[in-house]
């Protein structure tokens, strides 16, 4: 049902969704031949939006937000719109399923109630089911679909919907849920704060180096979801593809600012680096003289443990001798690396782990919270714990960015405060991650009890970053189906 509903429903992308004169607005723009057709503005209604449109309108339910209730003081209205708004057309009547509801049906509160789709909608059933669940999913998504064999084969198939892997990886259309209109692509600013392609310079001290847009395994939660994996049909790629002559401008950066001392190598991720790009990379920024420490960012271990035991192939080997010379100039070097679920560890995982811990490799992970998939104590805990016997350094648990088209996935910060004050105290203390949020529009990494104000009846937590960004004031907001 909810396939033919989004069909007849206006087949455009909503670019702005404001409040209006006290009513909420969404408009678009219809586009045919290059021109511009005209917008479509709905008032006084609750909408369900996704990547291709409205999925369902309500007007009688829907109420202008009280002042207490609003998602920001930005989408605050008050409640002045009545029926006299409306040209009195069967608009609802577009709506196939809908084609035959009289306006008397259609103005009872009770079939307002029974008809919405504000529930998930019927999961697949059989294997066709899921693959056009998968399909039509795609076609939302801001990235990409690829999987290694290993992530495919530690997936638990006979239960794809509720599967943490698959959670990840694959989108299903029947899963997702509408955005909050405070997301964005670049949830982080990152290009604002470019001095040159492909370098985000943002602390003082250090770096980020995106020095490919590519990854062994796209994962649907990406922070770079404007940038990393080829084009989607919701996304058009900004891509920073491996280049020496853009690799150069940035390292002229970083030799002409002597305050930087820190670099992350990331992207996408530095397991697509061939051996000898890896080498380049590393070599230069050990003859930097300011240069103290660099990591290179990899899900490669959690992705693709395989290369790391593969002795025909070169990258482990040219990892461990930049690090071996790092060792001796005195400066790190380390891998930081990105589990997420037990399940990604398995007995190849813990060979690859201990082959880098004994030729000295330091290993650190990030984990990134996500609902359904590490959002309970149980989970996060045993991740934990796996992540330190393999010697593994639990090195932070981020609260999700605020990025488009994966709100089934964001859990609201009162998640994250109560697995930290759950775990705490649980683990050894140098194997306890820090539980941080990185501040939308530029704020950099805070810890997750650090906030100014956290308002749990509307979702919105405020935040400052005085040795980044002085007295400026960030907002994190809850996704809006999950506010507490």
């Not at 057709?37 to 996704?50: D, F, L, M, P, S």
């Not at 020095?211 to 922070?223: E, K, L």
């Not at 049909?233 to 401008?249: A, C, H, N």
Request: glycine residues 6%; charged residues 25%.
């Amino acid at each position: 049902m909810y396939r033919s509903l989004l069909r007849s429903s206006i087949p455009v992308v909503p670019r702005t969704i404001v409040w209006h004169h006290q009513c909420l607005s969404i408009q678009s723009t219809f586009h045919s031949g290059g021109r511009e057709r005209g917008q479509w503005i709905v008032k006084n209604a609750r909408i369900r939006v996704t990547q291709q449109g409205p999925l369902i309108v309500d007007t009688v339910q829907a109420q202008p937000r009280r002042k207490n209730d609003s998602v920001s003081k930005a989408f605050e209205a008050g409640n002045s719109c009545s029926s006299a708004d409306f040209d009195k057309n069967l608009y609802w009547r577009r709506i196939k399923a809908w084609e035959n509801v009289s306006e008397a049906e259609f103005m009872s509160h009770r079939w307002q109630v029974t008809s919405r789709l504000d529930k998930r909608p019927k999961a697949p059933t059989n294997r066709e089911e899921f693959l056009l669940d998968v399909e039509e999913g795609m076609k939302l998504a801001p990235m990409a679909v690829r999987l290694t064999p290993h992530i495919l084969s530690v997936a638990d198939w006979s239960n794809p919907i509720d599967d943490p892997i698959r959670k990840q990886f694959v989108p299903l259309a029947s899963t997702i849920v509408e955005d909050h209109p405070q997301l964005s692509l670049d949830s982080l600013h990152e290009t604002d704060d470019s001095p040159v392609p492909g370098l985000v310079h943002r602390y003082p001290e250090k770096v980020l180096f995106l020095a490919t847009s590519n990854c062994p395994v796209y994962c649907r939660y990406c922070t770079r979801s404007y940038a990393v994996g080829g084009n989607t049909d919701s996304v058009l790629k900004t891509p920073m593809k491996p280049s020496k002559r853009r690799w150069e401008t940035v390292f002229d950066h970083i030799e002409n600012t002597p305050a930087i001392q820190d670099v992350v190598v990331s992207g996408g991720d530095s397991y697509h680096l061939s051996a000898d790009h890896l080498r380049l990379i590393g070599d230069r920024l050990l003859s930097i003289p300011h240069i103290k420490r660099f990591r290179f960012a990899t899900k490669g271990l959690a992705v693709n443990p395989i290369r790391i035991l593969d002795d025909r192939d070169g990258w482990v080997a040219a990892f461990v001798e930049i690090s071996d010379k790092g060792r001796v100039l005195g400066k790190q070097v380390a891998m930081h690396t990105h589990f997420n679920h037990p399940h990604e560890c398995t007995w190849i995982t813990e060979l690859a782990a201990r082959y880098l811990f004994k030729r000295g490799v330091v290993v650190r992970n990030q984990i990134v919270l996500l609902r359904g998939v590490n959002d309970d104590v149980a989970t996060m805990s045993t991740l934990i714990r796996k992540l330190a016997d393999m010697n593994i350094q639990p090195y932070y648990v981020y609260q999700s960015d605020m990025v488009q088209g994966v709100e089934d996935l964001r859990t609201p910060l009162s998640t994250i405060l109560e697995l930290e004050k759950q775990i705490r105290g649980t683990i050894a203390g140098f194997m306890t991650p820090s539980f941080v949020v990185d501040l939308p529009g530029g704020g950099g990494k805070r810890l997750a009890n650090s906030f100014e104000t956290y308002d749990r009846a509307s979702g919105v937590s405020t935040w400052k970053a005085p040795g980044v960004t002085g007295e400026k004031v960030f907002r994190y907001y809850d996704p809006i189906e999950r506010r507490l």
